[in-house]
């Protein structure tokens, strides 16, 4: 909507009120109505992160030698990561602005390794299974690297159909840890064997369970081996808030070596204002994203995690159990905080549209048409309200057969 700037500034209480008039016909994500865009981790974690973003909102990531707070909160959390993941000594990371910047960034630098190290000429690409992450398909029409998606199996990526598509010009191939689309995390372990095999770039895009797997594994899960620990494992990104439960705009990238991490780096020097370094896209980094992602992990510590990703797990083995009770399928055995269910006599689509009535906004899955739903602690509270919803516009299916979802 365009309109001119007012020509006198209006009093903070009544632009205050606007705002939140606005926000009236926002969803209700403080009630578990959400299950996805928003990471409900309660209302003691979303103090933290206001308060500390607040504190460091005007400062500037692009400058740690002004603000050397910055640079240590980010090195200590980078830290955390490279720990979690088990990465060795000499790996590096970095905090970005979310998924997409990581991602981005380490096609970026595998790309760079393919030219300068590997000398490779000529028109390259990039293997993925379908359900990776557009976000790949972005950086690549960025850099103009033909993308090749693979088939899945079992709604995971098959190695074997990777391999074949991948050549000498190949300068990625990618895991998810889980994939988004079901949740489910592709056989990384089969995938950095054929990495080591053929001296590929694997790169393991945790980005929705790179925060929560490592403590759901020390929580009792059999959660496979998906990071560092494999040696084909070149690089990985993980958003700090997904389950890492910070503010939005950050996430991380990490590289298994410092070498690797370099290739990512913007280093720019033939220009009147100096030279210029920036590890990510983004120039200006906001200094209140690094300082929440700082203090969230600070406050929640190991058992504070364990703690928020049980009530996830515990959430999502309750509406798996109740929505096979309605008869549908839960896709594959999802592990996390993610799940897809399907029913062939459903129009789920029509569903999702029908639960919007009683406030719920979640997900839909195309390739099979399902409900989808991106779990947080709060859901625990809320499981069964959903069940009874479900059921509901169950009930109500043939009525709402046909009906349009609309995700904007």
């Keep these: 909507m365009r309109r001119a700037l007012p020509k006198v500034g209006r009093d903070w209480p009544a632009v205050k009120a606007e705002m939140l008039g606005y926000a009236s016909g926002d969803v209700r994500w403080r009630e578990g109505k959400t299950a996805v865009y928003v990471f409900n981790a309660g209302a003691d974690v979303e103090q933290v992160q206001k308060e500390a973003y607040v504190l460091f909102m005007s400062e500037n990531g692009l400058g740690p030698a002004a603000f050397p707070s910055l640079k240590r909160m980010e090195e200590e959390v980078t830290g955390f990561g490279l ?21 981005t960034m380490a096609v970026k630098a595998a790309r760079d390794f393919a030219r300068k190290k590997r000398g490779v000429t000529g028109p390259l690409n990039i293997v993925l299974p379908r359900s990776a992450h557009p976000a ?21 990526a ?5 391999a074949e598509a991948a050549d000498a010009a190949t300068v990625m191939i990618v895991g998810s840890a889980p994939n988004f689309p079901y949740g489910l995390i592709d056989p990384i372990g089969a995938l950095s064997d ?29 959660i496979p081996p998906f990071d560092f620990e494999l040696s084909g494992v070149r690089s ?42 920036t590890p990510t896209l983004a120039g200006t980094r906001p200094g209140g994203a690094i300082a929440a992602a700082w203090a969230v992990m600070n406050f929640l510590g190991e058992a ?38 399907t029913r062939a006599d459903a129009d789920c689509v029509a569903l999702w549209a029908k639960l ?29 309200a959903y069940l009874a919803d479900l059921k509901w516009a169950l009930e109500g299916s043939p009525a709402a057969a046909g009906v349009e979802a609309r995700y904007s």
């Excluded at 000594?89 to 970095?94: G, M, V």
């Excluded at 029409?141 to 998606?149: C, F, G, P, S, T």
């Excluded at 906004?361 to 499981?383: D, N, R, Y």
């Design 136 to 156: 790949f398909d972005k950086a690549c029409a960025l850099m103009e690297i033909e993308v090749r998606r693979t088939p899945l199996k079992d709604y995971l």
């Design 83 to 103: 720990e979690l993941f088990h990465a060795p000594e000499d790996a590096r990371a970095t905090i970005t602005s979310g998924g997409t910047d990581s991602i």
């Design 236 to 277: 990985m990104s993980a958003d700090l808030h997904k389950y890492g439960y910070c503010a939005k705009g950050a996430s991380t990238v990490f590289f298994r070596s410092g070498e690797l991490h370099e290739l990512m780096v913007f280093d720019v020097r033939n220009w009147p204002g100096g030279r210029m370094v």
């Design 304 to 341: 504070g995690y364990r703690r928020k990703h049980a009530l996830v797990t515990e959430a999502r083995e309750r509406i798996a159990a109740g929505v096979e009770a309605l008869g549908f399928t839960v896709l594959g055995k999802p592990q996390l905080g993610i799940l897809a269910f």
């Design 356 to 384: 919007r009535e009683r406030g719920w906004f979640t997900g839909v899955t195309t390739e099979p048409k399902s409900l989808h739903l991106m779990l947080s602690p709060i859901h625990a509270e809320v499981a069964d």
């Design 194 to 222: 054929l990495a080591v095999a053929r001296d590929l770039w694997l790169h393991v895009d945790a980005c929705v369970g790179g925060y929560m797997a490592p403590f759901v594994r020390m929580d009792g899960a059999d």
């Design 158 to 162: 098959d190695p074997a159909a990777m």
